[in-house]
């Protein structure tokens, strides 16, 4: 079966531009999308402290087959995030050493994969920036296809070519490319909101104090 894939016109944000979301983490800019555009908590980073700034470029796998991946590998720009459906199988990696190799040679950004990698000790020392659902030795085949570029859910997270990714300890957030002047501006005011509250937290005026909470009824005896 082909590799498909579909035409795309996403304007490509320059690095000016996604300077501004680094010090952005997904959290926060999660709830300025009304706590949405999360990736389940399933997609966790091979190692700690990794972390994702990037549009996206997406890609559909069939299960335990990861030919679309590698031709995705030679489309993407320097500085994207590869973002695979790869169906949530977890017991066969789409994803290793060789093609890490191969993305640090294209200087891509990163990867997040809703399936399952391998060679994550490789991956750690190169420094390659990969979340997954899971880590698992056996690998893929090749030949029954797959679509680049085009609408997935990844983790139950809808993905476009062109979203900006960001991830952190924490997991995967994506920000739709059409509302990004908009969730940017909001996540850097409640960014100053939250340094705010928690400087009231270190004079000792705690959040719940704030909430409006009332009195806690009293049940029992």
Known sequence: MPIQRYKTDFKILDEAALEKWKDLPPAIVSDCMNRT????????????GMKLLGQARTVTCMVGDNSALHMAIGMAQPGQILVVDAGAFEDTAIWGGIMTRAALKRKIGGLVVDGAVRDVAEIREMGFQCFSRAIVPAGPHKGFGGIIDGTIACASCPVKSGDIVIGDDDGVCVVPLERADEILTASIDKLAQEEQTNAKTAEGKIPGDRLGLGEAEIIGG
């Open 37 to 48: 555009q999360v990736m389940s908590g399933a997609i966790k980073p091979v190692d700690q």
